[in-house]
């Protein structure tokens, strides 16, 4: 089936240790998300590509930066993870057109000690 | 900056009862969708609303959108068990592509 899939499901990484979050689409879809989500809380939107175009949301930490080298993968890169960072992380993707239907992944729980 | 005021944030009730999720802004969408969210899990798509008045059912749940599209409901009769999950609303702006405005979610518990 055609799908969002991310890897890990889970991150344990120590304070100040990068880390990758990795992420891949079978939808052949234009646009790829990432997504932060604390406890209970709505997904926080960090950045997107609109295929090979950059995103930025403007309180996103320049701790935080992504790559999409194709149209199926994404990656986000946390450069020197703090406690704060501990959270899931989702990816998402759409077609890009004017409804927009978000597709998520599982999403990947990141731990940080 | 558009925003989704959602509420209850948190909603505990026994199976079978009935309840209503809101979701609230000062802005006109062009869409706006409802998700649903189990522990551990991403946020599945329930269902999208586009047209001002428009009422979608799935099963025992009952999603409309506002006529001036700027506010939605869900109701879910005779609550079960499964439907546990974080609720989540979130708009899609008038500008034609745009990012989603997410709601804060309604975290719901149904025990049994």
């Known amino acids: 089936d055609a799908m969002v899939i991310q890897n890990p499901r889970y991150q344990v990484t120590q304070f100040g240790k990068p880390v990758t979050l990795s992420c891949s689409q079978t939808l052949n879809h234009n646009v790829m998300y990432w997504y932060q989500q604390k406890s209970s809380q709505a997904p926080k939107l960090l950045f997107h590509y609109y295929d090979k175009d950059f995103n930025n949301e403007a309180d996103t930490p320049d701790n935080f930066q992504s790559r999409r080298p194709n149209t199926s993968f994404c990656f986000l890169d946390i450069r020197s993870p703090g406690l704060g960072d501990a959270a899931m992380y989702l990816c998402a993707t759409s077609t890009g057109g004017v409804v927009e239907t978000q597709y998520f992944g599982p999403g990947t729980r990141l731990l940080v000690l | 900056t558009q925003l989704l005021e959602q509420s209850p944030q948190f909603l505990s009730i026994q199976e079978g009862e009935n309840l209503t999720v809101y979701c609230n802004s000062s802005s006109v969408f062009s869409s706006l969708q409802w998700y649903r969210q189990e522990p551990g899990e991403g946020p599945v798509l329930l269902v999208t609303v586009v047209t001002g008045g428009e009422v979608k059912k799935l099963k025992r749940l009952t999603f409309q959108f506002g006529d001036a599209r700027k506010d939605s409901s869900l109701h879910i009769t005779a609550a079960q068990p499964g439907d546990t999950g974080l609720y989540l609303c979130?708009?899609?702006?008038?500008?034609?592509?745009?990012?989603?405005?997410f709601g804060k979610g309604t975290m719901l518990l149904v025990s049994p």
């Open positions: 979130a708009g899609v702006g008038i500008a034609g592509y745009s990012t989603l405005t």
